[in-house]
């Protein structure tokens, strides 16, 4: 498998807004619900956001009412808009399926908040 891009992220002040993709390629894309993770330092993964593949949302609670999930699958792409972003939002973002993880893990985006 292809490791999925993701993009989108950078330094921004609280209060701010950044919207990050991620596109996979050579993967059934429509075919699986998809998740946003981040990582903190010395941290474990986390999911943030995930979607089904009809497109129902769900969030982790710190993020609720400020991220939105959203999912273009003729363009095979994912994206997560980040508002309100706050410090403790400040990690490495990743994309990959949403429960069971099919890809191996990509790059990531960093997303700093600091003023």
């Known amino acids: 498998q292809v490791p999925p891009v993701e993009s989108g992220g950078g330094l921004v002040q609280p209060g701010g807004s950044l919207t990050l993709s991620c596109t996979v390629s050579?993967?059934?894309?429509?075919?699986?619900?998809m998740s946003w993770y981040r990582q903190f330092p010395g941290k474990e993964r986390e999911m943030v956001a995930g979607?089904?593949?009809?497109?129902?949302?769900n969030y982790a609670e710190p993020v609720k009412g400020r991220f939105a999930i959203s999912r273009d699958n003729f363009k095979k792409s994912l994206y997560l808009e980040m508002n309100s972003l706050k410090p403790e939002d400040t990690a490495v973002y990743y994309c990959?399926?949403?429960?069971?993880?099919?890809?191996?893990w990509g790059q990531g985006t960093q997303v700093t908040v600091s003023d």
């Open positions: 050579e993967f059934d894309f429509a075919r699986y619900g």
């Open positions: 979607i089904r593949i009809e497109g129902e949302p």
């Open positions: 990959n399926t949403r429960n069971v993880l099919l890809l191996p």
